[in-house]
């Protein structure tokens, strides 16, 4: 089959076409809540849900979807995905509810979750010359299309109205799905082995994060005591379940063997909570506080995604001279100073001081995604990358998840400079954690020992 593919980079264009989809996706939203709190009468805690359920669906997918991709094969996977992905887009902007969008909105994940690990099997298997640059260009495909995603949201959401946000998908899956029927490579199905899924552990896995969502969202009015005993029961039968599985949802054993991977996914996973906590942050405060359209917010949040995707070539190229750490100290510590100099911006305060602030923050952004990953990379064995990229994967979208319930509870009420201060004071101390954590990676050369 390898032979078959005689134009690589159309293969990729396919593929990088659906992948695109879930980062615009989880992205686009950031400037949408506004418009939706107002359509469906919703406090910023309720519209946080709309967020973390993408994630939460985002991460109990990919694995699942990678399996069957292994089953089914992946192009009928992929062209599945597109499929799920369209009839999420069509529905959602006819939501009658809030709870119906929800669903549209965690069927939109799952179908796009489908389409990464179904792309990267095909580009395993189909491109032996210049893999590497293959999976760079995907990988720019979906940082990109998530960097940008607030600032084409902007454009959509002032044009038009939120419903925007959902049908602009549909010229990505039209011509992805036109391509992938002529160009992606038809390669066998495996065997159908339902018990290759770990049910009992997804489930697990999303009851233990919806009670620990509910739980921190009630911090601010009558606890809900009960949704942290949900937590802590769901999480400790899950970590006691995963234990004894042959093949885990979340490879909880191969956590406590290697203390460095450990502390990269706790690392990027701290990243990911004070990053996003600003991404979906900032959209909401600049239109609810500064009384920015939603075009103009767009164009401001350039800012804060534009200076990390231009800044990530040059981090890679000291990440290939230096080895990982130095970049990511550097991005910790520009994730520090950006969080310090927010404490410093007032009311009174020009646009350019918070310009300048975003950029600072973005730059971060941009040294941290690419250095943590090529640390995880640095400290595991060959055979097991698929599983710690699994495992990386879920880190993202758990930190992804807490901030956008720390939005909820400090938002909830009042959004000022005030509250946007005090989500700031919270997010300094997680990067001092980060810092320190980046200090504690060894240097390159120096990995040979990989275990505690």
């Known amino acids: 089959m390898k032979n078959h593919i005689h134009k690589p980079w159309l293969l990729i264009l396919t593929i990088g076409l659906g992948i695109l989809l879930n980062p615009l996706n989880s992205s686009m939203i950031s400037v949408a809540l506004t418009r939706l709190q107002h359509a469906y009468a919703l406090t910023f805690a309720d519209a946080s849900w709309l967020i973390s359920i993408f994630y939460l669906a985002s991460a109990a997918g990919q694995p699942v979807m990678g399996k069957l991709s292994d089953m089914f094969g992946p192009k009928k996977l992929f062209l599945s995905g597109l499929v799920i992905v369209a009839t999420a887009s069509i529905l959602a902007p006819f939501s009658p509810n809030y709870p119906f969008l929800l669903g549209c909105r965690a069927l939109q994940a799952i179908g796009s979750s489908t389409l990464f690990p179904s792309g990267m099997s095909m580009v395993r298997k189909h491109i032996t010359q210049g893999q590497g640059r293959a999976i760079a260009i995907l990988s720019v495909f979906a940082s990109t299309s998530a960097a940008f995603g607030p600032s084409i949201g902007g454009f959509l959401v002032a044009s038009w109205d939120w419903q925007a946000i959902f049908l602009i998908n549909f010229p990505f899956i039209i011509l992805s799905f036109a391509l992938a029927l002529f160009i992606l490579p038809n390669t066998g199905q495996g065997k159908f082995d339902i018990k290759r899924i770990d049910f009992t552990g997804i489930m697990l896995f999303i009851v233990s994060i919806v009670g620990l969502i509910l739980f921190l969202l009630s911090l601010d009015q009558q606890i809900r005591w009960w949704a942290l005993l949900l937590f802590l029961t769901a999480a400790i039968g899950f970590y006691f379940f995963e234990r004894r599985q042959q093949e885990p949802f979340i490879d909880v054993?191969?956590?406590?063997?290697?203390?460095?991977?450990?502390?990269?996914?706790?690392?990027?996973?701290?990243?990911?909570?004070?990053?996003?906590?600003?991404?979906?942050?900032?959209?909401?405060?600049?239109?609810?506080?500064?009384?920015?359209?939603?075009?103009?917010?767009?164009?401001?949040?350039?800012?804060?995604?534009?200076?990390?995707?231009?800044?990530?070539?040059?981090?890679?190229?000291?990440?290939?001279?230096?080895?990982?750490?130095?970049?990511?100290?550097?991005?910790?510590?520009?994730?520090?100073?950006?969080?310090?100099?927010?404490?410093?911006?007032?009311?009174?305060?020009?646009?350019?001081?918070?310009?300048?602030?975003?950029?600072?923050?973005?730059?971060?952004?941009?040294?941290?995604?690419?250095?943590?990953?090529?640390?995880?990379?640095?400290?595991?064995?060959?055979?097991?990358?698929?599983a710690a990229s699994g495992l990386f994967q879920t880190s993202r979208y758990l930190g992804s998840i807490l901030s956008s319930s720390l939005l909820g509870l400090t938002f909830n009420r009042h959004l000022d400079t005030e509250h946007l201060h005090l989500v700031a004071m919270i997010c300094f101390v997680f990067c001092i954690f980060v810092v320190a954590m980046a200090f504690m990676l060894p240097a390159k050369g120096k990995t040979a020992s990989k275990s505690a």
């Open 253 to 386: 054993k191969g956590l406590t063997k290697n203390r460095y991977v450990s502390l990269i996914y706790l690392q990027f996973m701290s990243i990911n909570l004070i990053f996003y906590c600003y991404f979906f942050g900032f959209p909401t405060y600049l239109q609810q506080y500064l009384q920015y359209s939603e075009q103009h917010t767009g164009i401001i949040m350039l800012s804060l995604a534009g200076f990390g995707v231009v800044i990530a070539p040059l981090a890679g190229k000291m990440i290939d001279k230096y080895g990982s750490k130095l970049p990511l100290i550097i991005g910790a510590s520009l994730l520090l100073i950006g969080t310090g100099l927010l404490l410093t911006y007032q009311d009174t305060s020009p646009l350019v001081w918070l310009l300048i602030i975003m950029a600072v923050l973005g730059l971060s952004n941009g040294f941290n995604n690419i250095s943590t990953q090529t640390a995880l990379y640095e400290h595991v064995e060959p055979e097991d990358t698929g």
